[in-house]
């Protein structure tokens, strides 16, 4: 599973809205859309800023047991 979709996956688990990421993480809301819906890379800045904003290590969406983690 590609990060996009892991990161997606857990911001919509915890009911969270793409745009409340985005604005606080500082990214532009399309921009952070088009992230989630792979259309668009996600740069390391960015990734560092979003795993801050969802108070998660860097290496969370990383691990290989993720899919156990989500929860």
């Known amino acids: ?40 890379a996600i740069k390391t800045d960015e990734y560092e800023k979003i795993c801050k904003v969802l108070e998660l290590p860097t290496s969370y969406f990383f691990d290989d047991n993720f899919l156990e983690l989500k929860n």
């Not at 915890?14 to 990421?21: E, T, W, Y």
Request: charged residues 30%.
């Open 1 to 40: 599973m590609k990060i996009n979709n892991r990161i997606r996956q857990y911001i919509e688990n915890r009911g969270l809205k793409f745009s409340f990421i985005a604005e606080r993480a500082s990214i532009d809301d399309s921009k952070f859309s088009r992230m989630m819906t792979n259309q668009q």
